[in-house]
């Protein structure tokens, strides 16, 4: 069966809360289960870069946040779980999409304009403060997502654009170079819950009205305690609409105790012993991850050595697709270049066969493969989603005539064309890769 790949990556510049693990981790990590589904998550440390340049605050985070999804029970078995700055395959994509990408792309992100907005509002320059580090995150986030050829990306609503710009950045390349990127989908959960802050507001490090999820017990009383309710005195009934507090006890509590609390809030519970309340309710979830969280935190060398063996993971994926892309964009070995002067015939293959993905009339997706020559080798049936033709391209890349037979349905038969001449032609593209 074929698997469809998911993505995520979190920004280490603080300290993970209790919005970030309700909703994201938690999520994310239940969706570890899901049968047919290979995820990527990690640690997008030079994300970090662009907003914090506090080096002992970056080291910080990436240890708390990496030991923060160990402890909530992500298994490094289900999940490739790396820091993105051991995957020097990153950094090297970002400029090859660099060179594809339109300076107007980038001029129209949300977040770029968002800063220049703000300079324009204080009577500032237009680019006043702005790195071109934040200019050019879109296209590093985009090298993220395509050097796995991830197909979901789950993201909050803020990040979709990013996702569409890399998929735009993704056909540039993929129409100038061949059908080496898989299009991208952004996956939105509009179900989980945005969490209310102490103060009322959507919980957020910007509002400085974070609980931290393993915030010690007694501070994590304290805090809860300060979340803001309305003045209203025991004995009086109270509204749960716009209640923080009582978001946040739904976030936790299973949907027969949100009832309980719904009633008690009609009855009138004293704002006290619903705080007390919804303190148990959090304590039970965290504390057992709280108690491993510690453990990690007292020894990063264990959490270190997850993020290595996930490192090792990710590039054995990432390292063969750079090695095909530089060869594609023209950066190969001179020896293979000669070619030009080369009578020796073997040497004198420039050309490559190669993949073609396309939509026809009837809506569906399809790819063939051609010689250099452009004779038609493999010709696919049409299939429902674009995803679906780059899954079999990939296959047929990285194990040549191997995968025909699992791809059987997908394939249409072809008059007159040689067993031999498919076989060539995907050894050819494998030996590409490799060099
Ligand atoms: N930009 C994302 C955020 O701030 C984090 C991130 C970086 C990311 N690279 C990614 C998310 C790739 C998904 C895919 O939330």
Redesign the pocket.
């Known amino acids: 069966m074929a698997t469809t790949r998911f ?5 280490p510049s603080g300290t993970p809360h209790l919005g970030n693990y309700a909703g994201m981790m938690r999520p994310a990590l239940a969706a570890t289960h899901t049968p047919g589904v290979e995820n990527f998550y990690f640690l ?1 440390d030079y ?1 970090a870069l662009i907003k914090c340049q506090d080096p002992a605050r970056v080291h910080r985070s990436t240890l708390e946040i990496a030991a923060t999804w160990l402890a909530c029970g992500l298994d490094p078995e289900r999940v490739v779980f790396y820091r993105q700055s051991d995957i020097p395959e990153i950094p090297e994509l970002t400029w090859f999409l660099t060179c594809v990408t339109g300076k107007g792309l980038l001029n129209r992100a949300h977040a770029y304009k968002a800063a220049q907005d703000k300079n324009h509002e204080a009577g500032r320059d237009s680019d006043d403060g702005i790195s071109a580090g934040l200019f050019m995150y879109p296209v590093l ?1 985009a090298a ?2 395509l050097i796995f050829n991830a197909h979901k ?1 789950p ?2 609503r803020d ?1 979709i654009q ?1 996702i569409e710009m890399a998929r735009d950045i993704a056909s540039s390349f993929n129409h100038l170079y061949g059908e080496h990127f898989t299009l991208p989908e952004a996956v939105v959960e509009e179900s989980v819950a945005t969490l209310a802050g102490l103060d009322g507001r959507k919980m957020s490090k910007s509002y400085d009205n974070t609980i931290p999820l393993f915030a010690p017990r007694a501070q994590l009383q304290k805090l809860i305690n300060t979340i803001v309710t309305d003045s209203r005195a025991p004995g009086e009934p109270k509204e749960v609409e716009g209640s923080a507090l009582f978001q946040l006890y739904q976030a936790f509590a299973t949907p027969e105790e949100t009832e309980a609390m719904r009633q008690a809030y009609a009855d009138g519970i004293a704002w006290g012993e619903a705080k007390q309340k919804l303190f148990e309710c959090i304590d039970r979830e965290i504390a057992p991850m709280r108690a491993r969280y510690e453990d990690l935190m007292a020894h990063p060398e264990k959490v270190e050595a997850v993020l290595q063996a996930g490192a090792r993971r990710a590039r054995a994926l990432a390292t063969p697709l750079l090695a095909r892309l530089r060869s594609a964009v023209g950066l190969r070995s001179l020896v293979d270049q000669a070619s030009a002067g080369n009578t020796s015939g073997k040497a004198a293959r420039v050309a490559l066969p190669s993949f073609k993905q396309y939509r026809d009339r009837d809506g569906l997706f399809y790819f063939k493969l051609v010689d250099a020559q452009g004779r038609l080798l493999l010709q696919s049936t049409g299939l429902p989603s674009p995803q679906q033709a780059g899954q079999c391209i990939a296959q047929l890349r990285s194990q040549g005539t191997q995968a025909l037979p699992a791809l059987q349905a997908q394939l249409q038969p072809l008059e007159g064309v040689e067993q031999a001449d498919i076989q060539q032609a995907l050894q050819q593209l494998m030996d590409a890769a490799q060099s």
Do not use: K, P, R
């Open positions: 993505l995520t990556g979190i920004t997008a994300h986030m993220d997502i990306v993201v909050g990040q990013h």
